[in-house]
């Protein structure tokens, strides 16, 4: 089980007021990644790589407005090509699974 030192890990972030999820990689320690995103929301309004713009419901507050969960970790040695092939893996995954969902409705 990680935390949120853990470093190596694939990550997703969830909007609390959207059905909106963002996932990312790091190599660095959990609390430093999550830190750099907390940061672009209050200086910019918008997650890092996204053309998600947060709501004015978000009111800048990263905090109130998403949930971070570690998807996966990954050995210490794996390279950032590899935690980028993992960090697509889940992001195919997830979107499939989503539209799947939309098409049961």
Not at 50 to 57: K, Q
Not at 96 to 102: A, E, N, V, W
Request: proline share 5%; with cysteine.
């Amino acid at each position: 089980m990680g935390t949120c030192h853990t470093p190596n890990v694939i990550y997703i972030l969830n909007c609390k007021f959207r059905d909106a999820f963002y996932v990312g990689e790091t190599g660095c320690a959990l609390n430093i990644r999550i830190n750099n995103h907390r940061h672009s929301v209050l200086s910019t309004n918008r997650m890092p790589q996204s053309p998600y713009t947060p709501s004015e419901s978000h009111n800048t507050n990263f905090d109130l407005s998403f949930l971070f969960a570690i998807i996966h970790i990954l050995p210490l040695t794996t390279s950032t090509s590899i935690r980028r092939l993992w960090e697509s893996a889940f992001i195919h995954d997830l979107n499939s699974k989503m539209y799947s969902d939309l098409s049961l409705q």
